[in-house]
């Protein structure tokens, strides 16, 4: 296999080294590009851009694989232990027994918020958008932990990562009691990690809510699921930000900012709205998929489609596996699932979705999963973010313990005027 690739301008050769992936993934090495040829390589949205090396996550977009740290994300199925898989994202393998005692025990010890802290979200009207509370609250926490704001050691990585991955629960859930003017329920000690937020989320101080087997089974693997999956469009937010020495807290508000978006983490409240809205007969599933394949109509099949995969989505299978087993085992028939396999029956049928490889992603199914929980829509994006935030930690973790690190800073091809003077205002048209 060549070790690198020829590109000749204007009469001269140059070389370029092509790099080589553990999957055997190549890519152009273009670090010398602009030093050696004076010209930059142009991609919007970095379709065709490797942004960096990472040994995190490994997803193969023909082959629908998804790894963390090498493990294939269905091996997490049976026994499936969020915290662990956070500690093997953000150190690199998964924790021994005393590991995981202590990294627990910290979980636990932090779960609280500082008492002042509740001010913060007196000041939002109950109507405010959960993603926007949970954003500026996460970037309120870095005003009550000064001491983490640099991070040097292992150990101090720990410790902010803990009080993060740990209040975030909290957050969330204050946020939910906050929009429906219920107390805010403490967090206790004696739940594990999914338990003690269900129970923060949905018991009142007179009445304990007690969830089931299923329901904290379920709850695990969605956020297992959502860990982690590479450049994605906030994971690589968290990294340009974290590239300032911006510190983490700052860093993973920003990645809660860019996972709002609809494209991104917002798609798995669209989802379930549009199962609504055929639901309600507004339009029947075959009525929506043929709009869907319109452009002018602006609608798109929302949880269908992805960037890499071009064949199923690996955590689409899954949750529509956890779905059916879950809402089975809780006695639940939720018409919206129903209409969910039959819009994706349809689209996997449909020469407009199979000849551009549009598969049901990791949102098509979970939004059913949450509904059966209980968690209102509209925090859906916020359990998202919940899962995904291990990720955006393990990321920021690697590219900081970088010697080599440098500020992102990528360059543009200028299109505007050319240059031009300055017009007085009694001058101008
Ligand atoms: C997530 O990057 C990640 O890893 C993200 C994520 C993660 O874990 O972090 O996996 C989580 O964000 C999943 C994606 C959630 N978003 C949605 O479900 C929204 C609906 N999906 C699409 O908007 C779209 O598929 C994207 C955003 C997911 C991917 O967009 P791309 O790669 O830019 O694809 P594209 O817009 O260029 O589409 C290619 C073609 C176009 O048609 P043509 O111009 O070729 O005729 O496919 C069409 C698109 O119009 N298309 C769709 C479609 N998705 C793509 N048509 C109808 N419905 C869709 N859902």
Known sequence: M???AKLTIDGKTYSLPIVEGTEGERALDIT????ETGLTALDPAYGNTASCTSGITVIGGDRGILRYRGIPLEEFADKPNFVEVAWLLIFGKLPNSSEYQQFSQRLTNHANLDEDMKHHFMGFPRSAPPMAILSAMISTLSCFHPQLLEL???????AAAARLISKIRTLAAYTYRHSHGLPYIYPDPSLPYTSNFLHMMFSEPYKRYESSE??????????ILHADHEQNCSTSTVRMVGSSRANLFASCAAGVSALWGPLHGGANVKVIEMLEAIHQGNQSADEFINLSKDKSSGIRLMGFGHRIYKNFDPRAMMLRKV???????LGIHDPLLDIAKRLEDIALNDEY???????PNVDFYSGIILRAIGIPTNMFTVLFAIGRLP???AHWHEQNSDPNMRISRPRQIYTGNPKSPYIDVRDRT
């Open 2 to 4: 060549p070790s690198d």
């Open 32 to 35: 010398s590009l602009r030093s």
């Open 152 to 158: 040097h050691t292992s150990d101090e990585i720990e």
């Open 214 to 223: 299923e329901v904290r089974r379920a709850l695990n693997l969605v956020l």
């Open 323 to 329: 779905c059916d087993e879950m809402l089975d085992t």
């Open 353 to 359: 979705f199979v000849s551009r490889k549009l598969y």
């Open 391 to 393: 990720g955006w930690i």
